[in-house]
């Protein structure tokens, strides 16, 4: 939905309170910043919650929106505690939430609807379709997945019915948002959860080879495109970064954007000394993803950065006009006006003075004194109504300014009555029995019909899935994780044909992908894509014929949920939009490349579509010989198969009939 006003929102990181106070002075329309639980940056400071409260008081005297990040994906038993919090966001007037986990949204669009919410670059929504789903949801502004180009993004904003944010400057993640298991399977620390360990910014394949840390986006120089898209808003990153980095940046995007025009030279050395890797990217937005996005901090960045003026930021207060009255018999009144705001409050009512009556001079004094509030009110703007012989106690008067202050400040909506929840959220209506996944020919090519046998259902990537497969029994096609409307003409045919060949089933990694593949007669299973991680979700996905849970989880988790596990394979950890094996290579290494860590450890990289990475782990999960630990709670046993050879495949499918280990370390589930 292109949007409506002249300009796009100009959204700012605020990690602190003084970061905050950055963003709102640098020119910000709204903020987005992280309580102290659910957020996608655990280890930025964030806001308990009466610093959130002062920090939506301080923005909206401002005229800035406050967006809270509720973005990371939720277990079960954290789920009502999530739900309690965005009542309280509500309550206290918080302009949106930003999420990504759709049981959490299907719970909230149930039990508070009056919420706003924004889907989270976490969600993956990458194309037309997924935007639109995400609004059927109740979301009314989408986060565009950060690797789409312009044309990709033109055509969202032209054709959905939400609101379009744009990611607009700052650090990038070579893995597609919310693809990302890498951090977790491999550190223990989930980037799904808000603490990614950024294993993309380490070394590979030799001690100065950084491959996979990209240079920070910059989209400086296409301001004027943005503008004319029709963007509704445009997002700094930041939430880790100095209040400095906060305030040099979006001070920089201000003024492009007033000045509807690009960055000069002058405007890019300010933004490189702010914060810099090695230079600044545009390749996603431009469409050319290639090596020259690769960056790092050198010395020199640092340098510049450390040399950038360290600025302190304190509140500005908001200037006040106030018409006061005091009259014998009647309440007290006080009432504050300000650019945009009014509001008036009674107090008690003075009577006739003994001693000492009131004079105005002193009331002007007391009633000046804003104190710990982010309002300020100058003597000469008083105005005061005193009948004369009258009296009020101090603490009367107090109390009345206090009061009014107050009021002025105030943010806060009513919040609706908590409604109960009608439908407790089921198991997965069946089993899907043993599945499995072959993400290359590599092995399947050499395998029987008998060798599949024991599966009930395989899938193969719909680039790769040939007639003579279905005459081998496999009828489920895998659709690319990621399909870019640019892309979707070319994958309605490959779709079309697999279902001529004799395909039955998709295996659907995104929310947006299950209608497509109904469109086409194919049931749809779900992946561990999906990120289903509590009940709630599993729920919503409640149609499809299957679903893999996400690896994240332990063992008791999968059973509450129920559903299939991955029981083997190498689970892939990252998807990326460049194709690593030919800028390391060329396409004669296909299926050959890896990446090779500081302790040894080798990654294969193998094709996704169209010329898109996967990048596998290191290490098999296998339970072949703890077969009994998922099987007494109910769950299915899904398997992938990736570069493994035809051999290997059938030895592990022997050592899973044996129960027997493998000769090699392996990742279990956690009990």
Same mark, same amino acid.
């Given at each position: /939905? ?8 100009? !959204? ?59 973005? %990371? ?44 919410? #924004? ?46 944010? *744009? ?36 070394? @590979? ?16 120089? #296409? ?11 445009? +997002? ?16 920089? @995007? ?46 020199? =960045? ?9 600025? %302190? ?13 005091? #009259? ?6 006080? %009432? ?22 009131? &004079?105005?001079?002193? !009331? ?7 104190? &710990? ?13 005193? =009948? ?14 206090? &009061? ?89 045919? /490959? ?36 990120? *289903?991680?509590?009940?709630? %979700? ?29 029981? @083997? ?19 004669? #290494?296909? /299926? ?20 898109? &990475? ?56 956690? +009990?």
């Amino acid at each position: /939905m292109r949007r409506t006003g002249k300009l796009p929102e100009l !959204l700012a990181p605020a990690g602190s309170e003084e970061a905050l106070y950055a963003a709102v002075a640098a020119g910000a329309d709204a903020v987005y910043l992280g309580g102290k639980a659910f957020g996608a940056r655990a280890y930025a400071k964030n806001f308990d919650t009466d610093a959130l409260k002062r920090a939506l008081t301080y923005c909206h005297l401002h005229g800035v929106c406050v967006y809270v990040t509720v973005n %990371t994906l939720l277990y079960d038993k954290e789920m009502d505690e999530a739900v309690a919090f965005v009542r309280s966001l509500y309550a206290m007037g918080v302009d949106a939430v930003i999420s990504a986990d759709l049981g959490l949204i299907a719970k909230l669009r149930r039990e508070l609807p009056q919420m706003p919410i #924004h889907a989270s670059t976490q969600m993956s929504l990458h194309n037309r379709d997924g935007v639109d789903f995400a609004s059927k949801l109740g979301i009314s502004r989408a986060v565009l997945a950060r690797e789409l180009s312009k044309e990709d993004i033109a055509f969202a904003v032209e054709n959905s019915e939400s609101e379009i944010e *744009v990611f607009l400057h700052g650090a990038l993640c070579v893995c597609h948002s919310g693809q990302c298991l890498f951090s977790s399977l491999v550190g223990g620390r989930s980037g799904n959860r808000g603490e990614c360990a950024q294993p993309c910014r380490l070394p @590979y394949n030799g001690a100065e080879r950084y491959p996979l840390s990209l240079k920070d986006c910059s989209l400086s120089h #296409h301001v004027r495109e943005l503008c004319d898209i029709g963007v509704a808003s445009l +997002k700094i990153e930041g939430r880790m970064k100095s209040p400095s980095y906060v305030y040099e940046v979006t001070s920089v @995007y201000r003024r492009l954007l007033d000045e509807y025009r690009e960055a000069t030279a002058k405007d890019d050395e300010r933004l490189e000394r702010a914060f810099s890797r090695s230079g600044f990217t545009d390749g996603y937005f431009a469409g050319h993803p290639e090596k020259p996005m690769t960056g790092i901090r050198t010395a020199e =960045d640092k340098a510049d950065s450390k040399n950038a003026a360290l600025m %302190t930021f304190a509140p500005t207060k908001i200037p006040v006009r106030a018409v006061c009255e005091f #009259h014998k018999g009647e309440p007290s009144k006080m %009432t504050l006006i300000g650019e945009k705001k009014t509001v008036s409050v009674t107090g008690e009512s003075p009577s006739e003075a003994l001693t000492s009556p009131l &004079n105005i001079s002193d !009331l002007t004094t007391r009633l000046c004194k804003m104190g &710990n509030t982010f309002l300020s009110l100058d003597e000469k703007d008083v105005e005061i109504h005193l =009948d004369d012989g009258v009296n009020l106690p101090i603490s009367a008067i107090n109390a009345l300014r206090r &009061n009014a202050a107050e009021a002025y400040e105030d943010t806060s909506r009513v919040l609706p009555n908590e409604t109960q929840t009608l439908s407790v959220p089921k198991r997965p209506k069946k089993s899907a029995g043993r599945t499995a996944v072959f993400y290359s020919r590599i092995g399947f090519d050499g395998l029987s019909k008998k060798d599949l046998s024991s599966f009930s259902q395989v899938f193969l990537p719909l680039f790769l899935y040939e007639k003579k497969d279905a005459e081998m029994g496999v009828s489920g096609v895998c659709l690319p994780p990621v399909v870019f409307d640019s892309q979707l003409s070319e994958v309605k045919v /490959m779709l079309a044909r697999a279902k001529e060949y004799g395909a039955k089933a998709a295996l659907v990694s995104n929310p947006s992908h299950i209608a497509l593949a109904e469109a086409f007669g194919l049931l749809p299973f779900g992946d561990f894509r999906l990120n *289903v991680c509590n009940r709630e %979700t599993a729920a919503f996905y409640g149609e499809l014929e299957g679903l893999v849970l996400s690896p994240e989880l332990t063992l008791p988790m999968m059973r509450d949920i129920g559903g299939s596990a991955i029981v @083997y394979g190498r689970i892939p950890l990252m998807l990326t939009e460049r194709c690593f094996v030919k800028e390391n290579g060329g396409c004669d #290494h296909c /299926m050959k490349f890896g990446f090779t860590d500081r302790v040894g450890k080798r990654f294969p990289v193998i094709r996704e579509y169209p010329h898109r &990475n996967l990048i596998l782990n290191a290490v098999v999960t296998y339970m072949g010989d703890r077969q009994d630990d998922y099987r007494k709670i109910g769950l299915s046993e899904h398997f992938l198969f990736t570069v493994e050879t035809s051999d290997e495949i059938r030895r592990v499918l022997r050592a899973f009939d044996k129960r027997e280990k493998l000769p090699f370390e392996v990742r279990r589930i956690q +009990k």
